[in-house]
């Protein structure tokens, strides 16, 4: 017998095997979804960052002095190899001596004579005090032998420095060194006149070891990191070495320390200048030279270094990086950025110790997104990252 719900349940039949094939097929179809996004993360760590900047410089003799005769003469012989090396006290150029030797001998001849005037006033001083014991001899005459005698004593001291005057014009008739140096060229040749103190210097010696190097920083600078001594501490608790680059990009290989800072802003430019000292055993560089110096300026404590291509900026041009959380979920981060240093940023707020940035990938990865991270290879590049990030 039919049963009045039989048509009923020939139509439901077909919807509900078709009901529970959608319910198979609906996990079917999630599986064969797109799996998560790889992307190239960096694991932070935290550090002392000592800040730096880059000012230019130039490089200045340690001490330098200009060679000019003190007495008068025709220059007999020069007794240096110009571009040598010399020592305080060697000699460089020899002035004829002869008239000195003349004025030498007048006052040695000077001085005899007014030692045996001195030896006369003194027998004659004599005479007179003894003949004043007994009573022969006016007070007037044992005064005038006094007076003679001590007139010839002044002569004698006037001679002795007249003697020796002529002495130390002789002496400087050999033009020595004044200072350790390096020689430059000779401005003066043999048989030249020259004069005592004359404008023209007849060469220049410089010292080259250590050699110094002056480099400008703007006030502007100076302030600021005064200023952020609270979060920055001052770079004299810390290494002091400075490092040199030289104007062909290489570094070189000694490092210096500041020997100097000049306490005054200059007016027009707004600058102050700090003077460097750098060992220069080999003579490497030399005065005039342009370099350029990487100049400490604070310590970061607990900073984190960010490699460059893992920041960007958002659209109101704050800094920004993307960290892949514990549950691989990409996260946004804003960053407070001090500086930057090498192909890092310097950050102090923003990320911490441990978090992992992206630095490959970005434009497979959007905030709240599911990523399947990679640790960057040691041996990986920058650039390799970057070109990654743009793939």
Known sequence: MNSPHLPFLRQALPALALTQALAVAVPALAQDGPPPAAVTVVTLEAQDVTLSAPLPGRVAAS??????????GIIQSRLFQEGSTVTEGDPLYQIDAATYEAQKAVAEASLAQAKAA????????????????????AQQNLDSAIAARDSAAAAVKVAEANLLSAEIDL????????????????????????????????????????????????????????????????????????????????????????????PY?????????????????????LPGMYVQVEMPQGVVPNAVLVPQQAVSRDRRGRPMALV????????????????????????????????????????????????APQEQASSESAADAADASNN
């Open 118 to 137: 001195l030896k006369s006033a003194e027998i004659e001083y004599n005479r007179q005090e003894e003949l004043r014991t007994r009573n022969v001899v």
């Open 171 to 262: 002496e400087r008739t050999q033009i020595r060194a004044p200072i350790s140096g390096v020689t430059g060229f000779s401005e003066i040749t043999q048989g030249a006149l020259v004069t005592a103190g004359q404008a023209n210097a007849l060469t220049t010696i410089r010292a080259l070891d250590p050699i110094y190097v002056d480099v400008t920083q703007a006030a502007a600078d100076i302030l600021r990191w005064r200023r952020s001594g609270s979060e920055i501490d001052s770079v004299e608790e810390y290494d002091q070495s400075v490092t040199l680059t030289l104007s062909d990009g290489e570094s070189y290989e000694y490092s210096g320390e500041l020997s100097a800072a000049e």
């Open 324 to 371: 892949v959380n514990a549950e691989n979920v990409v996260e946004q981060r804003i960053l407070n950025v001090e500086s930057d240093q090498g192909a890092n940023w310097v950050v102090t707020e923003g990320v911490a110790a441990g978090d992992r940035v992206i630095v490959a990938g970005l434009q497979k990865a959007a905030p709240g997104a599911t990523v």
């Open 265 to 285: 802003v200059n007016e027009d430019t707004g600058t102050t200048v700090l003077r460097l000292s750098f060992p220069n055993p080999e003579h490497f560089l």
């Open 63 to 72: 001490s330098a002095a200009e060679v000019r005769p003190q007495v008068s």
